[in-house]
């Protein structure tokens, strides 16, 4: 499976983006869990937020209320609505996927996107 992140790029503190992130692959049945992670420079990378196949999210602490992830299963795409950005949310955004084979109907997990870059910065 392939993953293609978009939606990244330079906003100002308290603005928005939103990125997507879509999955393709001639194999895949139906995408499982999918999210997204970030990493800035010098730390190490994060959860952000994730996305169950049946819809249940998970949050990191520190953008609860902020950042809203969703998906369309019909495009193998999640999204991440991110609000109020802050300085401190600047990082290289990633998408993971674990997804389900039409071949042998077996799960296969830990899929990693190139990254987009999110910069906040007045």
């Known amino acids: 499976v392939q993953l293609v992140e978009s939606g990244g790029g330079l906003v100002q503190p308290g603005g928005s983006l939103r990125l997507s992130c879509a999955a393709s692959g001639e194999d895949i049945f139906s995408i499982n869990l999918i999210g997204w992670y970030r990493q800035a420079p010098g730390k190490q990378r994060e959860l952000v937020a994730t996305?169950?196949?049946?819809?249940?999210?998970k949050y990191a602490d520190s953008v609860k209320g902020r950042f809203t992830i969703s998906r369309d299963n019909a495009k193998h795409t999640v999204y991440l609505q991110m609000n109020s950005l802050q300085p401190e949310d600047a990082a290289v955004y990633y998408c993971?996927?674990?997804?389900?084979?039409?071949?042998?109907?077996?799960?296969?997990?830990?899929?990693w996107g190139q990254g987009t870059q999110v910069t906040v910065s007045s």
């Open positions: 993971n996927a674990d997804y389900i084979t039409t071949a042998t109907m077996e799960l296969l997990v830990d899929y």
């Open positions: 996305i169950s196949g049946s819809g249940t999210t």
